[in-house]
């Protein structure tokens, strides 16, 4: 696993789910105490309600979307951020007409195969 990973390299290293419109590169770096993802989500798509036992902290890299984190909803952009403690539901709707790109670190790592998310 690389160190240092471009934004054109997580793009090309992701998988599509068509049926979330979502791309989606997990354990771009995976370490003993945090994990590094990358996403990318289609315009008119959701980002699906949800949590799981792990933290999360995430940064908007590209596009709009209307968050909700525990009982907070606002809207994000570029350079906004958010932190969803361990177990609290997050998800929002993605905004207007640009794909929406969003970096997570998971502290500690995810179990890496979706098994320790609940959906909501």
């Known amino acids: 696993m690389a160190n240092i990973i471009s934004l054109s390299e997580a793009d090309t290293a992701s998988k599509y789910f068509p049926d979330e419109k979502v791309w989606w590169r997990g354990r771009l770096a995976l370490g003993t105490k945090q994990e590094l993802c990358w996403v990318k989500y289609d315009p008119g798509s959701t980002y699906p309600m949800h949590s799981h036992p792990y ?56 179990a890496g195969d979706d098994t320790d998310v609940t959906y909501y």
């Open 55 to 110: 933290e999360q902290v995430s940064v908007v890299v590209q596009g709009r979307l209307r968050l909700t984190v525990g009982a907070e909803t606002r809207e994000v952009g570029p350079g906004d951020m958010w932190f969803a403690p361990a177990d609290m539901p997050h998800g929002g709707e993605i905004l207007g007409d640009e794909p929406v790109i969003f970096v997570d670190v998971y502290a500690p790592p995810s």
